[in-house]
């Protein structure tokens, strides 16, 4: 019987081998501790968003779940993602990564709070799973995934600037009409 790749938590990830004769020992030292928290944050994040699988083949995890809880279950998912930001911090993953990564966070917790709506968003967005993909591009091509990565914080920040000065106009805008009004 064959099983998916979400069916049980990887147990390794795609990167270069500590054991490589190029590779001092501190380096090795390094290269192994980085292995070991990415197991650990991988099956964090298999188990706040794929553990649970349903009919059908779909598969959830104890975030969407944890998310159900009205009013403290979606700070309490983000503070559990959170840690695996944390840690690929002290992993060295750069601040546009790191950005991303928050991003997918806020992203997951603005919308959950949505009722209903940001329930199934929880159990659909997987931001913890983005997030460690996240990681593990960035270990295996840095150059181009923090060069990705700068773009799309870029983007976001502009589209936000955007929002924020469309909401300022039409505010601007319905201030000056009631102040006519007023006026007249």
Do not use: H
């Amino acid at each position: 019987m064959r099983t998916s790749p979400a069916a049980s938590p990887p147990m390794n990830m795609p990167i270069s081998s500590p054991s490589s004769p190029q590779l001092t020992p501190a380096i090795s030292a390094e290269a192994r501790r980085a292995a070991d928290a990415s197991i650990r944050l991988r099956r964090l994040a298999w188990l706040l968003d794929n553990s649970i699988r349903l009919p059908g083949g779909f598969r959830i995890g104890l975030d969407g779940l944890i998310g159900l809880v009205p009013g403290v279950g979606d700070l309490l998912s983000a503070l559990l993602s959170s840690y695996i930001v944390i840690e690929a911090a002290r992993m060295k993953v750069p601040g546009s990564v790191l950005l991303r990564m928050v991003g997918n966070i806020a992203l997951e917790l603005g919308i959950g709070l949505v009722p209903l709506a940001g329930d199934l968003f929880d159990f659909v967005f997987k931001a913890n799973m983005r997030n460690m993909r996240l990681i593990e591009t960035y270990l295996d091509q840095p150059r181009a995934t923090r060069r990705r990565s700068r773009w799309q914080v870029a983007t976001a920040l502009l589209a936000l600037a955007v929002v924020v000065g469309v909401v300022l106009a039409l505010v601007c805008g319905l201030l000056w009409l009631a102040a006519s009004a007023l006026v007249a």
